[in-house]
């Protein structure tokens, strides 16, 4: 089973990816979490990708494209894998198709969650992240039983540095006019599957669970 999450900025992919993974034991591939833990180690990929992604912009597609091509024809990607932020862009998506095509696969899914422009700016700048295990939560929506500590390994939770209100109106422009057309190239292709992201946490992960048991 292979599919795509998608959706702008703050609708909740890594959220429902992180609990879909438990069930459907797929990898979960983003790049924006690969971004990050390269720029962390300060990688020459990294050094790269800080200069995009800390100004909100998009990574330029030669440089992404080049990581998930690697990450797919890793051996757990047999069974299946969950995009996270991948593709965002119609470039993207062609040189995604063509991975797949040279590999003998194909996406099953794409999952589109649907949330209003309204709600990201407070889920953006409430979200905390595990500096250990990646876990996310938000201090209103969704938080930990103890402030500032994850749940499941005890880590310290810190705020993305691209989570300010500045940045989150750029991320939103880059995914209006860079990410949004890939919706109808995707529906096209009839394997769109659009969820309502405003609701409750739970609500969406049951939503997404019913598509995916679908497609087993
Ligand atoms: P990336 O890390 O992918 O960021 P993004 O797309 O901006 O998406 P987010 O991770 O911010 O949101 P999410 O949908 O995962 O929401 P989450 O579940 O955390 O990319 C970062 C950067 O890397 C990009 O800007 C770019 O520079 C670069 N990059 C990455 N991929 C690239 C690509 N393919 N090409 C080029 N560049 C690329 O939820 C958000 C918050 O809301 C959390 O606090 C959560 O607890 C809360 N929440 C979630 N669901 C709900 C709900 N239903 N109700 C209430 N609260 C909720
Ligand atoms: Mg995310």
């Known amino acids: 089973m292979n599919i795509i ?4 900025p703050g609708a ?17 591939i983003s790049t924006g979490d690969a971004f ?3 720029m962390k180690e300060g990688t020459p990929l990294g050094v790269e990708a800080k200069k ?3 100004q909100g912009l998009l990574v330029p597609d030669e440089i992404t494209v080049g990581i998930v091509r690697e990450r797919l024809h890793q051996a757990d990607c047999a069974q299946g894998f969950m995009l996270d932020g991948f593709p965002r ?4 998506a062609e040189s995604l198709d063509a991975i797949l095509e040279s590999m003998g ?7 589109d969650l649907q949330v209003d422009r309204s709600f990201l700016l407070a889920r953006l700048t409430g979200r905390r992240i595990c500096k250990s295990c990646g876990s996310t939560y938000h201090v209103v929506f969704n938080p930990p039983a103890k402030e500032n500590v994850c749940d499941k390994c005890g880590g310290e939770l810190y705020q993305r540095s691209d989570d300010t209100e500045e ?3 750029t991320r939103l422009d880059e995914y209006i006019n860079k990410t949004a057309p890939l919706l109808d190239y995707y529906d096209r292709q009839g394997i769109l599957r659009k969820v309502n992201g405003e609701q409750e946490i739970n609500t969406v992960t049951a939503e997404i669970n019913s598509i995916l048991r679908g497609l087993k």
């Open 5 to 8: 999450f998608m959706g702008p």
């Open 52 to 54: 995009f992604v800390d």
């Open 36 to 38: 990050r833990a390269a």
């Open 89 to 92: 862009t119609i470039s993207q």
């Open 167 to 169: 940045k989150v109106g």
């Open 12 to 28: 909740g992919k890594g959220t429902q990816a992180e609990r879909i993974v438990s069930e459907f034991h797929i990898p979960h």
């Open 105 to 111: 696969t194909k996406i099953d899914a794409v999952i």
